[in-house]
């Protein structure tokens, strides 16, 4: 029998056995990596929304202006939005700059888009900020702030 063929009788069928062609076969290594693959996108949302996350934010902008976003739409630096990967899109987050010597600032975001690379989320950070957003935390040129991210309900 061909590996990729499933043979199974049924009552209904006492004439012989059905054959079910089934095109997708994968080792338990293969199911394992995609299950890995995945549960970040299908697990951090759900458990990440659950509660408020402290860690870093930068942003982005010009560079990335009318280039699509995950949500479909296009990006405008200039409007309240954020990329990130553990919150649904559409999640609507309150997010505070952690700075004690400065007054208490935050801002209320929209999750629109997928982000910050991977690489750079492994290194703490937890949202990349439109640059309209981040301009009212703190200038540009800082880069990268220590933020509490809290979603809304």
């Given at each position: 029998?061909?590996?990729n063929e499933i043979r199974m009788t049924t009552k209904s069928n006492p004439g012989g056995?059905?054959?079910f062609f089934c095109p997708l076969v994968f080792t338990l290594g293969e199911i394992l990596f995609i299950i890995l693959l995945a549960a970040p996108l299908l697990i951090a949302?759900?458990?990440a929304a659950a509660q408020a996350t402290q860690r870093l934010a930068s942003w982005y902008g010009e560079e990335h202006r009318g280039r699509l976003m995950a949500n479909g739409k296009r990006f405008n630096p200039d409007k309240l939005t954020a990329a990130s990967w553990f919150y649904p899109l559409?999640?609507?987050v309150r997010v505070t700059i952690n700075d004690a010597s400065q007054r208490p600032r935050s801002v209320l975001v929209k999750i629109t888009d997928r982000g910050p690379a991977k690489e750079l989320v492994r290194e703490g950070r937890v949202i990349d900020l439109a640059?309209?957003?981040f301009k009212q935390l703190a200038h540009p040129s800082i880069g990268l702030i220590e933020v509490?991210?809290?979603p809304l309900k």
């Open positions: 029998m061909p590996k056995p059905k054959v949302p759900k458990a559409g999640t609507k640059l309209g957003a509490t991210v809290q």
